[in-house]
């Protein structure tokens, strides 16, 4: 059975940072696309960033470019985003998503997600 | 950016009913959409891939058409699991980007 557990969401500052990692496992992760979605509290979906099998390949909603980093660790079987300079507006769920084989850019299954919250 | 409107917001629909959800795009994204299934609490699910392909799991009552901007996601007989939060998405042109969703409630 395919799993994605997410970890490492918290409170932190505005302008702080936080890491966050994706546990894969039931499949072979070195041979797909992730991506990382939010969704804000009461709100709709966001896609936030995306990378391919060998880090050859990143993707980023404008929104977070310069501030998010997306990296995974094949070998740990893990994807991660880095989180800078964080915002208010940051505020989400975020949840891990594979993508599909053949359509790399839609994503099934997602994890159950972990809670950032940016405030002072 | 390709912005999806989904319409309506809250369809209102008794058990065994009919359900037709609409996704509009704000360009072409050819048959480059998906519709997902989100329950309170609950991460979303795959529903359908490439406008009309049912994802690993999905029961038939699913359905989904539409190319070009005006897509439709079809729930033939409404089940009562079947009441959530319904997202579209494309994957046409970057960024990636989702409908604000379509609420179908119990009448």
């Known amino acids: 059975e395919v799993q994605l557990v997410e970890s490492g969401g918290g409170m932190v500052q505005p302008g702080g940072s936080l890491r966050l990692s994706c546990a894969a496992s039931g499949f072979t992760f070195s041979t797909y696309w992730m991506n990382w979605v939010r969704q804000a509290p009461g709100k709709g979906l966001e896609w936030v960033a995306n990378i391919n099998q060998d880090e050859s390949q990143k993707y980023y909603v404008d929104s977070v470019k310069g501030r998010f980093t997306i990296s995974r660790d094949n070998a740990k079987n893990s994807l991660y985003l880095q989180m800078n300079s964080l915002r208010a507006e940051d505020t989400a769920v975020y949840y891990c998503?594979?993508?599909?084989?053949?359509?790399?850019?839609?994503?099934?299954?997602w994890g159950q997600g972990t809670l950032v919250t940016v405030s002072s | 950016e390709i912005v999806l409107t989904q319409s309506p917001a809250t369809l209102s629909l008794s058990p065994g009913e009919r359900a037709t959800l609409s996704c509009r795009a704000s360009?072409?994204?050819?048959?480059?959409l998906a519709w997902y299934q989100q329950k309170p609490g609950q991460a979303p699910r795959l529903l359908i891939y490439?406008?009309?392909n049912r994802a690993t799991g999905i029961p038939a009552r699913f359905s989904g058409s539409g190319s070009g901007t005006d897509f439709t996601l079809t729930i033939s007989s409404l089940e009562p699991e079947d009441f959530a939060i319904y997202y579209c998405?494309?994957?046409?042109?970057?960024?990636?980007?989702f409908g604000g969703g379509t609420k179908v409630e119990i009448k």
């Open positions: 998503a594979k993508g599909l084989m053949t359509t790399p850019n839609f994503f099934d299954p």
């Open positions: 360009q072409s994204v050819s048959s480059y």
């Open positions: 490439e406008a009309s």
């Open positions: 998405q494309q994957r046409s042109t970057w960024p990636l980007t």
